[in-house]
């Protein structure tokens, strides 16, 4: 079954640095979504990509994130100087059409800042 | 805006017993999607069930079916015949479209411990 991938796993950062985290969605999806989860908390919308821009942006996804397609098969988010506060569980996921079909998530980046 | 909320505390089954988890959900759109996700302690989020606000029938899959009350906005999830792996956390979770927009609000969750 086709499967959204992401790496790495796990990142520990210092506060203050670049991060960047991958995903390679599934290839024949339009849509792509970053999700994130704070430990023990729900999980948060922070933006949507269609068309290679930016279709929609949660009041997270403040100036220090971008997002980016830089080939036919990665999709990237890049968190430019990091807060402790973004220590979470970053999840990618894509889908076919607006959603109905489903949502397919990766299994996850787990982000801490230190 | 859209919301979903699941208030129940965590929540405890017998193996090879059914349960329901509730989520209930408000939305002023005509059109909308409710997905449940299970995540186990290893992180990820994997789907389990979809139903759509104009299906007729409630959703199933599996051991999973989802108990759809439109009119009441609840949209509970049950699992017969539980088995230990199914020790998970689970989100109710609303699609809200808007134009060529789509993205999920998630519930706050529930944690699923199955007994031996």
């Known amino acids: 079954e086709p499967e959204v991938t992401q790496t790495p796993s796990h990142q520990v950062t210092q506060m203050g640095q670049e991060v960047i985290l991958r995903c390679v969605p599934i290839?024949?999806?339009?849509?792509f979504y970053w999700y994130r989860q704070i430990l023990g908390q729900k999980v948060e919308f922070l933006v949507s990509?269609?068309?290679?821009?930016?279709?929609?942006k949660s009041e997270i996804f403040d100036d220090q994130f971008s997002v980016e397609r830089p080939d036919g098969s990665n999709f990237t988010l890049k968190i430019r100087s990091t807060k402790l506060e973004d220590s979470a569980m970053y999840f990618c996921?894509?889908?076919?059409?607006?959603?109905?079909?489903?949502?397919?998530f990766g299994s996850g980046t787990r982000l801490t800042v230190v | 805006a859209q919301k979903i909320t699941q208030t129940q505390p965590g929540m405890f089954v017998q193996e090879k017993e059914a349960v329901t988890l509730d989520c209930t959900y408000d939305?002023?759109?005509?059109?909308?999607?409710l997905f449940w996700y299970k995540q186990p302690s290893s992180g990820e989020m994997i789907f389990l069930i979809y139903?759509?606000?104009?299906?007729?029938q409630n959703a199933t899959e599996g051991r999973y079916s989802l108990n759809f009350q439109k009119a009441r906005k609840s949209a509970n999830l049950v699992i017969s015949a539980s088995q230990l792996g199914d020790s998970a956390m689970y989100f109710c979770?609303?699609?809200?479209?808007?134009?060529?927009?789509?993205?999920?609000?998630f519930g706050k969750g529930i944690t699923l411990s199955v007994r031996p």
């Open positions: 990509f269609y068309n290679n821009e930016i279709s929609e």
């Open positions: 979770a609303m699609l809200g479209v808007t134009g060529a927009n789509s993205k999920l609000t």
């Open positions: 996921a894509s889908s076919e059409d607006f959603g109905q079909s489903g949502y397919t």
């Open positions: 139903q759509g606000s104009y299906d007729q």
């Open positions: 939305t002023s759109d005509p059109s909308y999607g």
């Open positions: 290839s024949n999806h339009l849509y």
